[in-house]
């Protein structure tokens, strides 16, 4: 089975990078217990995404993306972190795609 690659890219609001990225690495504590393989974080410095951040997560495979998303969002933690930062707007989704490898 071919590797799934979730990509998703934020643009910061003006003044917000630092919260957004503390508030990231939260979460991506919690995408990782509950089985999410890799995330790698990216700053965009040329083309089309020049100040935006770029999150890859990898997992092992389109069932298993499923069934983690699945595990993520029935997770306690991640309940009490969305209710916790419910107000919380640092950042606006530019995208979010799913990819395998070809």
Sequence with gaps: MAKAYEISV????AGKR???????????EIFKANGVSD???L???????????VII???KSLTD???VND????SPAMKAWMEKNKDVDSA???????????
């Design 18 to 28: 630092a919260e957004f990225m503390k508030t990231w690495g939260e979460i991506a």
């Design 43 to 53: 700053s965009g410095h040329a083309g089309k995404d020049v100040g935006n951040i």
């Design 65 to 67: 993306n499923g069934i």
């Design 92 to 102: 606006a989704m530019v995208s979010h795609d799913l990819y395998t490898e070809a």
């Design 57 to 59: 997560q990898t997992f």
């Design 39 to 41: 995330i790698t974080v």
């Design 10 to 13: 934020w643009k910061p609001h």
């Design 71 to 74: 595990a993520i969002s029935e």
